[in-house]
């Protein structure tokens, strides 16, 4: 049972006349003690402050922010989480996401540059580069890495091309297009919609930062993904128009990659309108949380953005 209001009185009673029996040795010590408890209660007041301030919600640079807990879906932190906005290059988790649930899927089919891929990055001046060579034969894997590495919009191009059905060219991209969405309806992805295959939209490319960590989650569960978004930087060997052979050595826009402990991916975007974008995840001791941020105001906020918020999702 707690201690009664009357028994507490009471002792403090016999502590009185105990100090006045035992005289000033007495007071000092019931003086000593009243100071140690004291700095205790004060130490711990501290304590609880910093643990206070070491957790409390982050302000970040960016206008929309998400972050769950992989492993359980729980929210760890909301800003603007189910605004729609331009999405950017992060666009390109639901291209590859298209691309490796097709059923038989061979990752080693080569598909052969075509003029309209190059065409496309000279008409378009958003327009990131994987620098894939006309008459070149690249693997679907290695259009994967030039996807999600340099973002290559060539690379999106490619892959639309292939995977998409129909007798033309721009058949095949629509239809392709058209596979994105059905897939984002297919995850519950209520407030996305793609109008491009690489995220220079027009004027319908949206999604928000918890349908795009609910993408980034989905693309996540395919180990070819897995596998290319934490590559850092790769070099492959592709074959020439005459037979040779290139190497295409690409690197990781994704600047978390060697500068966040645990970082696994994801994705990088940027635009006019969708200003600077991240989709990022990491794992640190058995735990992934993953995120993004949306309409950042530069690279370097990003980054820090996505810094904060994982460093506030691993504390809850």
Known sequence: MGERPCDAAARMGHLEIFTLKT??????????????????????????SAQAATTATPTIAAKGGFV?????????????????????????????????????????????????????????????????????????????????????????????????????????????????????????????HFDSFDGIGHGANYST???????????????????????????????TKSGGYRYMSWTNTNNLLGSYSGTIGVKTGSGPEAKYCLVFAATRNGKTVIGTVLASSSVDNRTADAKKIMDYGFKR
Not at 33 to 39: F, H, L, M
Not at 97 to 121: E, F, G, H
Not at 155 to 172: E, H, I
């Open 68 to 192: 769950m807990n992989n492993g359980t879906g729980k929210s760890l932190f909301t800003k603007a989480a189910d605004t729609r906005r331009s999405t950017g290059s992060t666009t390109k988790i639901m291209t590859a996401r298209v691309v490796l649930a097709q059923p038989n899927l061979n990752l080693d089919a080569k598909v052969t540059v075509q003029k309209a891929y190059s065409d496309y990055i000279v008409d378009n001046n958003w327009a990131s580069s994987a620098r894939l060579i006309v008459g070149d034969k690249v693997t679907v894997r290695q259009l994967l890495y030039g996807l999600m590495l340099p973002s290559g919009c060539d690379a999106a191009y490619a892959l639309a091309d292939k995977f998409g059905t129909g007798s033309t060219r721009a058949a095949r991209v629509k239809s392709f297009i058209g596979k994105m969405n059905t897939t984002a309806k297919s995850l519950g992805l209520t407030n996305t």
């Open 209 to 239: 930062p918890r349908d795009l960590t609910k993408l980034a989650s989905s693309a996540m569960k395919y180990s070819t993904f897995r596998t290319v978004v934490k590559t850092k930087s790769t070099k492959q060997k592709v074959t």
């Open 23 to 48: 005289g000033m040795k007495g007071l000092r010590r019931v003086s000593a003690v009243a100071i140690t408890a004291g700095a205790v209660l004060t130490a711990g007041a501290f304590t609880a």
